[in-house]
């Protein structure tokens, strides 16, 4: 699909992140969860959009998916790393990272770090019939 295509298509989700105004929102925005790793997801406005069922929080607006697995996801639907995606977004959240939602360094990395290992946690935990796809592990240039 062309680009201009994908961003006429995502418009109305694009105006509704902005008129919602996704900004760094106080830390009891979003369900606070017992996990202390879901503190930085909270703090830093991801769980206005998305929730983390495995971290036992949830959206205040539901809009994006659930990032229990946003580390195979991204790869998946992306075809890039996890950590390449947080530091080059694309559509949507190329729109939030840019201008509502803002990251530091340690802030993505702390994120991947997190994401990766609950992935690990989740693959563990699924019954070896269910298929399922490995990360993309390759970092595009």
Request: aromatic content about 8%.
């Amino acid at each position: 699909m062309r680009p201009a295509i994908v961003v006429g298509l995502m418009a109305p989700l694009i105006l509704m992140v902005a008129a919602h105004g996704v900004v760094r929102r106080p830390a009891t925005w979003g369900v606070a969860s017992r996990d202390p790793r879901a503190a930085i997801f909270v703090q830093r406005g991801c769980s206005e959009c998305h929730a983390i069922a495995a971290l036992g929080v949830r959206a205040t607006t539901d809009v994006g998916p659930d990032l229990t697995f946003a580390y195979a996801d991204v790869g998946n639907r992306y075809d890039v790393d996890l950590r390449w995606f947080l530091d080059n977004p694309t559509g949507v959240m190329g729109l939030v990272l840019v201008s509502h939602v803002y990251l530091t360094q340690a802030d993505r990395d702390s994120i991947a770090r997190t994401l990766e290992r609950l992935y690990g946690e989740r693959r563990a935990d699924m019954d070896a019939d269910v298929p399922s796809f490995p990360p993309v592990r390759r970092i595009k240039p």
